[in-house]
DNA sequence: CCCATTTGACCTCT
DNA sequence: AGAGGTCAAATGGG
């Protein structure tokens, strides 16, 4: 079950990508090789993911630096780390019992790829899916690049989620994520599925319960209704075509998904233990 | 007017 | 005392 959560973790990275792409899509316009890159990001992720459902992988090593869900065949870095609980020492689990001691859990750090392009040039880090509030920067002894601080916006709600979100020194196309707190927001009445144990603290967690329309998040010029939420936040649509359109990266993704065992929903893929 | 960002001050822990 | 994390006032954009 925790390769559940990893390979969900994968998944939902790979959707990220495949989001980020949509949103920066005018960007590459003209720079085929960076969209070539990006689509390669894209399936490579989807592939290792498809790859662990059909043969679950080995015992990850001790959680750090561990490059989680790096295909022996990618070459790009554009993977993310790994989960860092207990193993992520006394820094992490003084955090998590400081201040407001929510829950005496870790967090969920991932180290995701700067977009080669925003509009505007602006420097932030890969959409996730979730709409995120700023509420703090610092300066981090022996980083060069500041940390930022964000939250849900969703906070009214009730969500606190939070994320960290600091450039990599060594390499400043990357930014290091770290999740605290899982997400309660969700405005969909699907309810939202969280899977146990700590990666509660993980990436987004989309609601399961319905097929992820991935083809939503190319909405921009489709008709296949409002998949997003009034925060922004993608929401799990009840359908998964994308109408005629022809969208590439919808597609790529949709086959990821579609590619295991004939069945496309989240359900098909990590099918309810006791039913 | 509402909301997000910025930024300095403050809080907590080691 | 220093560092990481958070708060909240000021500011700006839509």
């Given at each position: 079950m925790e390769e559940n959560q990893e390979t969900m973790s994968l998944i939902l990275h790979g959707c990220a990508l495949?989001?980020?792409?949509?949103?920066?899509?005018?960007?590459?316009?003209?720079?085929?090789?960076?969209?070539?890159?990006?689509?390669?990001r894209?399936?490579?992720?989807?592939?290792?993911?498809?790859?662990?459902?059909?043969?679950?992988?080995?015992p990850l090593p001790p959680i750090g630096d561990v490059t989680l869900f790096e295909a022996p065949d990618?070459?790009?870095?554009?993977?993310?780390g790994g989960t860092d609980f207990e193993a992520a020492g006394p820094s992490v689990q003084r955090a998590?019992?400081?201040?407001?001691?929510?829950?005496?859990?870790?967090?969920?750090?991932?180290?995701?790829?700067?977009?080669?392009?925003?509009?505007?040039?602006a420097d932030i880090p890969p959409d996730d899916g979730y709409t995120?509030?700023?509420?703090?920067?610092?300066?981090?002894?022996?980083?060069?690049?500041?940390?930022?601080?964000?939250?849900c916006t969703h906070k009214n709600y009730g969500c606190g989620a939070k994320k960290y979100v600091q450039r990599l020194d060594e390499d400043p196309s990357m930014y290091e994520v770290t999740y605290r707190d899982p997400h309660t927001c969700q405005t969909s009445p699907t309810p939202i599925v969280i899977l146990p144990g700590p990666s509660d603290f993980g990436p987004p967690v989309v609601p399961l319960s319905t097929t992820i329309g991935l083809g939503s998040w190319f909405s921009g010029s489709l008709d296949v209704g409002r998949a997003i939420d009034e925060g922004?936040?993608?929401?799990?649509?009840a359908s998964q075509h994308v109408g005629d359109v022809d969208c590439p990266?919808?597609?790529?993704?949709?086959?990821?998904?579609?590619s295991v065992s004939g069945r496309s929903s989240m359900e098909?893929?990590?099918a309810p233990k006791d039913d």
């Open positions: 495949a989001q980020d792409l949509e949103s920066n899509i005018a960007g590459y316009a003209g720079q085929p090789e960076l969209l070539l890159a990006s689509c390669d894209i399936s490579d992720v989807f592939r290792q993911a498809s790859n662990r459902l059909r043969s679950p992988p080995p990618y070459a790009g870095p554009t993977t993310v998590a019992t400081r201040r407001k001691k929510k829950d005496s859990c870790g967090r969920y750090t991932e180290r995701v790829p700067a977009p080669a392009l925003r509009a505007g040039g995120w509030r700023k509420y703090g920067q610092k300066d981090i002894l022996g980083s060069r690049f500041p940390r930022n601080y964000y939250r922004g936040r993608s929401v799990g649509s990266v919808a597609d790529l993704a949709d086959v990821m998904f579609n098909g893929i990590f």
